[in-house]
Nanobody
Framework: PLVESGGGLVQPGGSLRLSCSAS????????VGWFRQAPGKEREGVAV????????TYANFVKGRFTISRDNTGLTVFLQMDRLKPEDTAIYYC???????????????WGQGTQVTVSS
């Protein structure tokens, strides 16, 4: 029931903002994570934000470049991606779960994914 948007093609050093929203799911009651999967690689965690306690965690490879946040209603979660690198190219997925986690297997609800391509 999750829907991602905002992916696309961007040059190295550029920025994109991904959005995640849900129908039939009160996002503000769930922890929401962004994950990514590149061709031939396993799905990996990028960033996770807790429901109301403000807890946030980032993968080391995006610290200082990506920012996860919620809008004022708490119903939409964003992933602001700055200083993008070619190795950030992947399908990006958002996921939600009642409990805060950092691994893909810990999340119950998933979106279809949005492609992010970083290339000159």
């Amino acid at each position: 029931p999750l829907v991602e948007s905002g992916g696309g093609l961007v040059q190295p050093g550029g920025s994109l903002r991904l959005s995640c929203s849900a129908s039939g799911l009160s996002m503000k009651k769930y922890a929401v994570g962004w994950f990514r999967q590149a061709p031939g690689k396993e799905r990996e965690g990028v960033a996770v934000i807790g429901d109301t306690d403000g807890e946030i965690t980032y993968a080391n490879f995006v610290k200082g470049r990506f920012t996860i946040s919620r809008d004022n209603t708490g119903l939409t979660v964003f992933l602001q991606m700055d200083r993008l690198k070619p190795e950030d190219t992947a399908i990006y997925y958002c996921a939600a779960d009642e409990f805060f986690g950092t691994y893909a297997r810990e999340f119950q609800y998933w979106g279809q994914g949005t492609q992010v391509t970083v290339s000159s």
